[in-house]
């Protein structure tokens, strides 16, 4: 090789090495790199720059994380069709004051790391405003610092109180806290059944959820002076609950409450059966389930589960109902998580007008005041320092002859607890 073409090999070489790394740069900020807020360039998804993310002249993202093929899969999907049909409906009335709304959805398996990932995603790559739901509890509190970061609305899909407690600014919750629901659940047993001398034993999942139930209960007990026999934890996606059975029926307890899912809650009842105990048995809304039937079989009969959502034959269940037939989709209490938040973010959404940001959303948020909405029987109502709506709950009882959960108690607050 000539001397004289040395030069220009080094300065090729030296263009080629800075035109990869200026490459590599640009994908690095498309992916959202941390340290760097995707509100702070204030894009949106058409890329125009000074506008917020997610909001153009005609359309609003809004995103959801779901759990498609992960333990809560069955009601993941039921979720995803209730976001999907509130927003149909929306967009075939003209839209969010003009602007239609398009959806994003990712799969989290209910996984913190992989809901951490795909909120990543929906964020920086598809540019969403808005999270009209996250599933899981864990889940969730895995991007709360994400969501406050970079502005994001995000609706759980749970009712853990960590999810308003500490407050968050971009964070709000609709469905009953499950700390209320199992305070509810005391207050059941007592005055709509009027057990006199309750003996309460609690099987929980030992997790967020399964703790703030126990938490409940454990309130809800203090304040009205009884004593809790019995406590058994078991581990998330548990495939036996003798043990925990059988310590249950040893304590005594003649009242059960179920701090966790429709499948444990079906498992409980089964072996509890096989050993001849028959306590009076209620969980969390979680519970409330037709996976219950399958489980269980004939030894679900009679168990009482806590709810917020509406249930067929309740004024907010038919406009629901009659929302859901136009897209041939029939609600039940799964599919009424979505819709609901749906609908709410909605309500937010109108109240702001053309000029919408995270902020005014929030605002707008925090200023609904005993507002109703299809598919919820409490009256919503947040405010500056209260990111969770309500604090009530009835009580349903399964019916396995018929195949059907039946009204057991009304809607209200535990009357032992102050409002949290």
């Not at 200026?22 to 894009?43: D, F, L």
């Not at 502005?151 to 749970?158: E, N, P």
């Not at 959820?209 to 203090?222: F, I, N, P, Q, T």
Request: net charge negative; charged share 20%; with cysteine.
């Amino acid at each position: 090789m000539s001397n004289h073409r040395k030069p220009m090999i080094v300065i090729l070489a030296l263009l080629l090495v800075l035109a990869l790394v200026a490459c590599g740069q640009q994908q690095q900020e498309a992916a959202g790199p941390k340290g760097e807020s995707a509100t702070s360039k204030e894009e949106t998804a058409a890329g125009g720059v000074g506008e917020v993310r997610g909001v153009t002249g005609d359309t609003i993202r809004i995103g959801a994380i779901l759990d498609f093929t992960g333990p809560y899969k069955s009601a993941g999907v039921l979720m995803r069709s209730g976001i999907e049909t509130y927003f149909k409906y929306v967009n075939d009335h003209g839209g969010i004051n003009g602007r239609k709304v398009v959806t994003f959805f990712e799969d989290n398996q209910s996984n913190p790391p992989t809901s951490l990932a795909a909120a990543n995603k929906l964020i920086f790559n598809d540019k969403v405003f808005a999270l009209a739901g996250v599933h899981g509890s864990a889940a969730f509190a895995a991007i709360y610092d994400l969501v406050e970061k970079e502005k994001v609305i995000s609706f759980s899909l749970g009712h853990a109180t960590q999810d308003f407690e500490p407050l968050k600014k971009m964070v709000f919750q609709v469905p009953t806290p499950y700390y209320h629901q199992a305070a509810r659940i005391v207050d059941f047993f007592i005055d709509d059944l009027g057990i006199k001398e309750p003996k309460i034993g609690v099987i929980y999942q030992d997790d967020a959820m399964g703790m703030d139930a126990l938490k409940g209960v454990e309130a809800e007990a203090k304040a009205r002076d009884i004593e809790i026999v019995a406590k058994e934890p078991y581990q998330r996606g548990a495939t036996d609950l003798s043990t925990q059975v059988l310590n249950l029926k040893r304590s005594g307890a003649e009242q059960v409450i179920v701090g966790g899912i429709f499948t444990q809650a079906g498992m409980f009842l089964k072996e509890a059966q096989k050993v001849n105990y028959k306590p009076a048995t209620a969980g969390i809304s979680p519970t409330l389930n037709e996976v219950v039937f399958d489980v269980a079989g004939e030894a679900a009969d009679g168990f009482y589960a806590a709810n917020c959502f509406s249930m067929p034959d309740d004024e907010t269940y038919v406009q629901a109902e009659e929302i859901a037939k136009k897209y041939n989709v029939e609600p039940n209490p799964h599919f009424l998580y979505g819709f609901v938040n749906a609908a709410v973010l909605t309500e937010a959404l109108e109240a702001v007008g053309d000029e919408i940001t995270p902020e005014k959303v929030a605002a707008a948020l925090e200023k609904l005041n005993k507002v109703t909405v299809p598919g919820f029987v409490p009256s919503i109502t947040f405010g500056p320092d209260k990111h969770f709506a309500t604090g009530a709950s009835g009580l349903f009882k399964l019916d396995y002859a018929q195949k059907k959960w039946v009204p057991a108690a009304p809607y209200k607050e535990p009357v032992g607890l102050q409002k949290k």
